[in-house]
């Protein structure tokens, strides 16, 4: 066995960037159910500098780094990204080298969802704090690409067969989009869609009940909770009714 690879010793205040790539490489790290002592017995880093390091106190050299992204599963120079504050992508599932049958078509599909959807846990995890000015544009880019992934899911649910794996996959993301969407709308600087979205699901509205209440389409609260161009006089007539429910 090897011996773990030293770190690099913080001093003086915290670093937000060590916080937040120590963050979200714990949140892999679960993800991927890998645990300390694993990593330790495998000489990549002993427990105390990882915990260390999770908890943003410490930096681990290069060689350690690039050992921590191949295991957990992260293209190489990812954890430098993160603590630049840089968007990084959840890593997409590996791709089957054999074609599916038509019987296991949907299940591969729901797998993969749930596969994806796992690997925003890092992202979600390396978002700077809500008062951040960075926070609202990385959060709103992860919710477009959650929002990409239901898509995904519920048009294979109309396509084909609707299974238990299927209608998991979907709560999954639909959940996971949920909690990060109530989040988005306690910063500062959140958009119209996401604080219209937090102030609906607070009332317990429908889409079509906003829609009456704020006196516009159905359209315009689904382009707005979607970040998508409003017309002048709708969005007017949203944040009212957003003003009155909060």
């Not at 260390?52 to 954890?79: D, H, N």
């Not at 019987?103 to 599909?109: I, K, T």
């Not at 951040?132 to 396509?159: C, G, K, M, N």
């Given at each position: 066995?090897?011996n773990?690879?030293?770190?690099?010793q913080?001093?003086?205040?915290?670093?937000p960037?060590?916080?937040?790539?120590?963050a979200?490489?714990a949140?892999r790290?679960?993800?991927?159910n890998?645990?300390?002592?694993s990593?330790?017995s495998?000489g990549?880093?002993?427990a105390?500098?990882?915990?260390?390091f999770?908890?943003?106190?410490?930096?681990?050299?290069?060689?350690?780094?690039?050992?921590?992204?191949?295991?957990?599963?992260?293209?190489?120079g990812?954890?430098?990204?993160?603590?630049?504050?840089?968007?990084?992508?959840?890593?997409a599932p590996?791709?089957?080298?054999?074609?599916?049958s038509?019987?296991?078509?949907?299940?591969?599909?729901?797998?993969?969802v749930?596969?994806?959807v796992?690997g925003?846990g890092?992202?979600?995890?390396?978002?700077?704090?809500?008062?951040?000015?960075?926070?609202?544009?990385?959060?709103?880019?992860?919710?477009s690409d959650l929002?990409q992934?239901?898509?995904?899911a519920a048009?294979a649910?109309?396509?084909?067969r609707v299974?238990?794996?299927?209608?998991?996959?979907?709560?999954?993301?639909?959940?996971?989009?949920d909690?990060?969407m109530l989040r988005?709308?306690?910063?500062?600087?959140?958009?119209?869609?996401?604080?219209l979205?937090?102030?609906?699901r607070?009332?317990?509205?429908t889409?079509?009940?906003?829609?009456q209440?704020?006196?516009v389409?159905?359209?315009?609260?689904?382009?707005?909770e979607?970040?998508q161009?409003?017309?002048?006089?709708d969005a007017e007539?949203?944040e009212?009714?957003?003003a009155?429910?909060?």
């Amino acid at each position: 066995m090897t011996n773990p690879e030293p770190v690099d010793q913080s001093t003086g205040a915290p670093d937000p960037g060590m916080v937040r790539a120590g963050a979200a490489a714990a949140a892999r790290r679960r993800e991927l159910n890998i645990s300390q002592r694993s990593l330790a017995s495998s000489g990549i880093i002993n427990a105390g500098a990882l915990i260390a390091f999770e908890k943003g106190r410490s930096w681990p050299r290069e060689r350690t780094r690039a050992k921590l992204e191949e295991v957990l599963k992260w293209p190489p120079g990812t954890i430098a990204r993160l603590r630049r504050g840089e968007v990084v992508r959840p890593v997409a599932p590996p791709e089957t080298t054999s074609a599916p049958s038509d019987g296991d078509e949907v299940s591969l599909l729901a797998q993969a969802v749930v596969t994806a959807v796992g690997g925003f846990g890092s992202t979600v995890a390396s978002l700077p704090p809500v008062e951040d000015p960075a926070f609202t544009p990385r959060v709103t880019a992860v919710l477009s690409d959650l929002r990409q992934l239901e898509a995904v899911a519920a048009r294979a649910a109309r396509i084909g067969r609707v299974t238990p794996a299927l209608i998991k996959a979907l709560g999954t993301v639909r959940r996971l989009y949920d909690d990060v969407m109530l989040r988005a709308a306690t910063a500062p600087q959140a958009t119209l869609g996401q604080r219209l979205y937090a102030a609906r699901r607070e009332a317990n509205l429908t889409v079509e009940e906003t829609a009456q209440a704020a006196g516009v389409g159905e359209a315009a609260i689904q382009q707005a909770e979607s970040e998508q161009s409003v017309p002048a006089a709708d969005a007017e007539a949203i944040e009212a009714l957003v003003a009155q429910l909060r």
